[in-house]
């Protein structure tokens, strides 16, 4: 390929993923407030286009006419930067996600350990977005994001660790390919367990949603955000919902791999991220908020032991299978 | 292959750049369509509808630091386990005890931090 090929193909890459993280934060969104306006006997949106489907794109050109509000007294740059650092590491996680063997925007040999690196850069943009409103909540707001993200990003890195044993690569399109004939789920049951447990308060979802816990924090690390920006920390919030169903998805669940009936890889991969969407708003709507100790407790005493332990024995039945060790 | 291997990374950094560049240019379009009144109680920072009293930029428990630090340590250890996850099969038992002894010696870390309270969020 010549140079400029290669620099056509990026912009084409680039123009998809932008185009795709918009519609499919429209649609979780639109999807998040029937799932919960159903799940609490209400109707959700109905009033703007046919069962309400535009009234996110409502919501979105109502905050495109907002004024852009920086508080006097906060931290001029550090405020400006941190919905930045959060979309940015967004969507440089999105571009990792394999869609279909052949459907990937960066595909190189380690992308999950690149992907969980880059994802938790997300952690800076949090505690900048905290520290530079000088307003209280938002301080104690970013202050339990970055407590949180780095107490349970140890056990969700740890829980996919029982895959790579056993895939012995560390790229996302291999591991998928290993799923052929049963998905990861099965032998790692442990394992997904944990990594749901782990990557819905690493996204800040409830029941671990404390760092905007409105009911005690107003808004958390985004009190003083509004407008655009604050559309910034919203939109990086339903990519990451979505990335992480996909890595669920391609982790665990056996990605594009299909079953019973034949589809194309991408549908196959798109009804599975979906399926796990769907569970993470009926937690979202069902469960309460877990209590700051709580949350330190689950993550350290029981996610922790629990990921060494899934590690430990998925070492020690590969290698009693294989005659390793008798 | 090398092309390949490098036109990877290029993507990634074309994506890094594309969010910085994409979100600067919705703020900017965004500056030329909404209204721009700016009065003084606009920017108060937010308190309820109290007026606000002095700084946050001060003093926070140190139980945050805390658990900064034991994340690294155990962060640490998790990146270790990395290159050991994927090199497992052609370790076999070496690299096994190995690994278990590695965790033997970093594990009672966390134990001694339990049993002294530290992981205790008062």
């Known amino acids: ?326 | 292959m090398v092309a390949d291997y490098f036109n990877n990374y290029i993507t990634l950094l074309a994506f890094i750049l594309t969010g910085m560049v994409f979100l600067s240019l919705v703020l900017f379009l965004c500056r030329l369509v909404a209204p721009r009144n700016p009065i003084p109680d606009k920017f108060t920072t937010y308190e309820c509808g109290m007026i606000p009293m002095g700084m946050y930029w001060s003093h926070f428990h140190v139980r945050y630091y805390i658990f900064a630090l034991l994340f690294v340590i155990f962060k640490i250890g998790t990146v270790f386990l990395y290159p050991w996850a994927v090199l497992f099969r052609s370790l076999g038992l070496f690299g096994f005890v190995a690994i278990i002894i590695f965790w033997a010696i970093l594990f009672p870390g966390l134990l001694y931090a339990w049993k002294k309270g530290v992981l205790k969020w008062v």
Do not use: C
């Open chain 1, 1 to 326: 390929m010549s140079l400029l090929q290669t620099i056509l193909v990026i912009i084409i890459e680039l123009a998809a993923a932008l185009g795709f993280i918009m519609v499919t934060a429209l649609i979780l969104i639109y999807m998040l407030r029937k799932v919960m306006g159903h799940m609490q006997a209400r109707l959700g949106p109905i009033r703007v286009g046919p069962h309400g489907v535009l009234q996110t794109v409502a919501d979105a050109l109502k905050l495109f006419g907002k004024e852009d509000i920086i508080p006097a007294a906060a931290d001029k740059w550090t405020f400006r930067i941190a919905p930045a650092i959060v979309f940015t590491a967004s969507l440089a996680t999105f571009s990792f996600i394999p869609f279909a063997p052949n459907i990937v925007a960066v595909n190189v040999d380690i992308s999950l350990f690149f992907l969980l690196a880059i994802s938790s850069l997300a952690v800076l943009g949090i505690v900048m977005a905290g520290w530079g409103s000088n307003n209280k909540y938002a301080l104690l707001g970013g202050l339990r994001g970055v407590a949180q993200m780095i107490s349970y990003e140890i056990p969700l890195v740890l829980s996919t660790l029982g895959v790579v044993m056993m895939t012995g690569s560390l790229n996302l399109i291999d591991i998928v390919e290993k799923q052929k004939t049963m998905y990861n789920i099965v032998p790692q049951f442990l394992g997904f367990a944990i990594f749901i447990v782990a990557a819905l308060a690493k996204i800040n979802r409830t029941p671990f949603d404390l760092p905007e816990a409105e009911s005690e924090l107003v808004a958390g690390y985004n009190t003083e955000y509004s407008g655009m920006r604050w559309a910034f920390f919203f939109l990086a919030e339903f990519v990451n919902i979505f990335i992480i169903s996909a890595l669920g998805t391609i982790v665990f669940l056996g990605g594009w791999n299909g079953f019973l009936i034949s589809l194309p890889p991408w549908a196959w991969f798109m009804i599975k991220s979906y399926v796990l969407i769907f569970f993470v708003m009926w937690v979202w709507s069902t469960f309460p908020r877990f209590r700051a100790d709580q949350l330190m407790d689950v993550g350290w005493k029981i996610l922790l032991p629990l990921a060494l332990l899934n590690i430990a024995l998925t070492g020690l039945v590969i290698l009693l299978r294989e005659g390793r060790i008798f």
